[in-house]
T-cell receptor, first 111, second 114 residues
């Protein structure tokens, strides 16, 4: 399944499928990006980050892709599990140390 | 401590009352941030403290909101004369001094103004 950031705030996938969550960022000068996962009733939890001198970074079951040309960020989750159900936020570091967050995408994993 | 802690976890107050929200950052983290998250929304930056520098208050929505950080550690966010639109989750985060360091979030304080 695939989400197009702010315009499709919900994404529903089957357990075991790969998920792709997209995010468009606003500032071409942003040089650091983070994906956070927020489960219901909890604070955001760091998943993975990427600096602007990279276009891809991999973690455990997650990959972040950065396309600076079109100011687009994506989070890929391999073999999605029910525990991955949460709201996912992208954030960009624009200047100073202020992170600007996107509105989030609700990922629902169906067993 | 092991992570960022916030208190209280929940706060119900009446319109017009003042409230204080507390944040204990991760030990050794010199940067501290406050954010507000309304129901189903993203995070809205409020204020940022870095060491002994003057805080970045540019995100505070009105002069009813203020924050302080004592001794470079614990921070208190104060909302005076609360309004119903102040109802939200208030999140605190901390990070190491360097700019591109990950911000680690606390569980938040859920504020309900009746």
């Amino acid at each position: 399944g695939e989400s197009v950031g702010l315009h499709l705030p919900t994404l529903s996938v089957q357990e075991g499928d790969n998920s792709i969550i997209n995010c468009a960022y606003s500032n071409s000068a942003s040089d650091y990006f983070i994906w956070y996962k927020q489960e219901s009733g909890k604070g955001p939890q760091f998943i993975i980050d990427i600096r602007s001198n990279m276009d891809k970074r991999q973690g455990q079951r997650v990959t972040v892709l950065l396309n600076k040309t079109v100011k687009h960020l994506s989070l890929q989750i391999a073999a999605t599990q029910p525990g991955d159900s949460a709201v996912y936020f992208c954030a960009e570091l624009e200047g100073g140390s202020r992170l600007t967050f996107g509105e989030g995408t609700q990922l629902t994993v169906n067993p | 401590g092991a992570g960022v802690s916030q208190s209280p976890s929940n706060k119900v107050t009446e319109k017009g009352k003042d409230v204080e929200l507390r944040c204990d950052p991760i030990s050794g983290h010199t940067a501290l941030y406050w954010y507000r998250q309304s129901l189903g929304q993203g995070l809205e930056f409020l204020i940022y403290f870095q060491g002994n520098s003057a805080p970045d208050k540019s995100g505070l929505p009105s002069d009813r909101f203020s924050a302080e950080r004592t001794g470079g550690s614990v921070s208190t966010l104060t909302i005076q004369r609360t309004q119903q639109e102040d109802s939200a989750v208030y999140l605190c985060a901390s990070s190491l001094e360097k700019r591109q360091e990950t911000q680690y979030f606390g569980p938040g304080t859920r504020l309900l103004v009746l």
